[in-house]
């Protein structure tokens, strides 16, 4: 066994049931585990392999990312004043290029470019397998990052001919999604406490699968104990889609497919009215929020304030770096304030405490885990340490915790995921940035050039 004890830590959120935040902290963590939570003289006398000195540091629960799309941050700033579905036709084009080795470097900028911002886990959305491209690939790619990974076996059945958004050649027959996905359940998915990686269910969307595969995957899902995951409502072209193919709005059609529970979570939800929120709210179905990629798409602002007093469970999501066009998680919390702020006229909207929640324990709660989000005894060891005596944090010394979220942006100085180290003195540890980032380039180039 391997003990370490953080101490002492400026300031600790812990996130447990009554949000206690502690000034002159210590935690000690045991092979993968937090045991102990309290102050340095707490463990004056405890032994401890080794000692990490976090006092000039806010420590928080790691950072949990509930959607993305991490192969789009090859193909950032293009696009850039389309819609939904403008945005995707122009770069459904380019993406046929697509290939293995594009997938894994592609999911190691992104999980690089989440840690440094304090994230510990998240789930992605890989909905395009072509070349030879299999889930696999990010996986094994997440695994050398040492990242806690919920990848989700997308897929699109429904092109052009069919009257999807897609071009066919995008497109898979529903048998092949069916054994691929069983099969990467089977091989990957492990429902252990403190799990490294679950695999999910995720037809990409109303607008590029049938209902039969939607059905079908739900059917699977529940056989097999494993989560499901969509787009929802994420713009007015979308519930418009939706009305005239389906005769019902997008929470209609969810409920209609059996795509509601408490192992479902719906991407963005932009659009969706009262009665989809109390839908929602009844059957325990999450929503993973967008706000920037929202905003950089005209889709407009998630009523999430109203969600969150419906009991509706949130958390956040930095969607693909090309359409958002970045991976950090904390400013995507800042923007999830000010845009409720911004839409209901009130700054009681959202409070800096309650955007730093659905980071943490509203992402946990999304994606079905009750290991991680918080830093008490018997949870993960999934943490970030941002610094206080930087630019950004200048002046913030009445209140850290809320300058995380209130201003930035914020690097994280130390991220550990299961108890590993990850982020040390701001650098990124499983990788060799500049390298990867020199391979991201070329492997970026060689996609933009091909199409």
């Known amino acids: 066994m391997t003990t370490t004890l953080l101490s002492p830590i400026h300031t600790l959120v812990t996130m447990d049931a009554a949000r206690t935040e502690i000034r002159n902290a210590a935690v000690l963590i045991r092979d993968n585990a937090v045991e102990a939570v309290g102050a340095p003289d707490d463990f004056r006398d405890v032994p401890a392999d080794r000692t990490i000195r976090l006092d000039r540091h806010v420590v928080t629960p790691g950072l949990i990312n509930t959607h993305h799309h991490m192969f789009q941050n090859l193909t950032r700033v293009v696009a850039q004043d389309h819609e939904l579905f403008g945005w995707l036709t122009t770069l459904y084009k380019i993406w046929h290029g697509l290939t293995p080795e594009m997938i894994r ?27 030879g491209a299999r889930i696999d690939d990010e996986i094994e790619a997440a695994r050398e990052m040492g990242f806690r990974f919920h990848p989700t076996r997308g897929s699109m059945s429904v092109g052009e001919s069919l009257g999807g958004l897609p071009p066919d050649s995008l497109c898979e027959p529903e048998p092949h999604i069916l054994r691929e996905t069983q099969r990467a359940i089977e091989v990957f998915h492990d429902p252990g406490r403190f799990a490294m990686t679950r695999v999910g269910i995720a037809p990409t969307a109303p607008f590029n699968v049938s209902q039969d595969l939607m059905r079908e995957a739900a059917a699977m899902a529940r056989a097999l104990g494993v989560r499901l995951h969509t787009h929802l409502a994420e713009n007015i072209s979308d519930i418009d889609y939706s009305l005239e193919h389906f005769g019902m709005r997008p929470g209609e059609y969810a ?23 109390d839908l929602f709210a009844r059957t325990g179905t999450g929503v993973a929020h967008c706000p920037c990629s929202n905003a950089r798409l005209a889709s407009g602002i998630a009523p999430i304030a ?28 800042r923007q999830a304030l000010l845009m409720q702020r911004a839409v209901s006229a009130n700054p009681a909207a959202m409070t800096a405490r309650t955007a730093l929640e659905l980071a943490t324990l509203g992402g946990a709660s999304v994606l079905g885990r009750d290991d991680i989000g918080a830093l008490v005894p018997g949870m993960a060891a999934d943490l970030a340490a941002f610094r206080i005596d930087t630019v950004s944090m200048a002046g913030t010394s009445l209140d850290p915790v809320a300058a995380l979220i209130l201003s930035g942006p914020h690097r994280a100085d130390v991220v550990m995921i299961n108890g590993r ?3 040390a003195d701001g650098q990124l540890v499983p990788v060799d940035l500049p390298v990867l980032l020199e391979r991201h380039a070329k492997a970026s180039a060689e996609l933009l050039k091909n199409a």
């Not at 059996?258 to 659009?271: L, P």
């Not at 969150?308 to 693909?320: A, F, Q, S």
């Open 306 to 333: 109203q969600m969150l007093t419906k009991g509706v469970r949130v958390g956040l999501g930095v969607d693909g770096s090309a359409s958002n066009d970045s991976g950090h998680l904390l400013t995507e919390a």
């Open 421 to 423: 180290v990850v982020v």
């Open 105 to 131: 470097i592609s999911t190691q900028t992104a999980i690089a470019e989440l840690m440094l911002s304090g994230c510990t886990a998240g789930s992605d959305h890989l909905y395009l397998y072509l070349n």
């Open 255 to 277: 409920e209609s497919v059996g795509w509601v529970g408490d192992d479902v979570w719906h991407a963005h939800c932009v659009q969706l009215d009262s009665a989809e929120i």
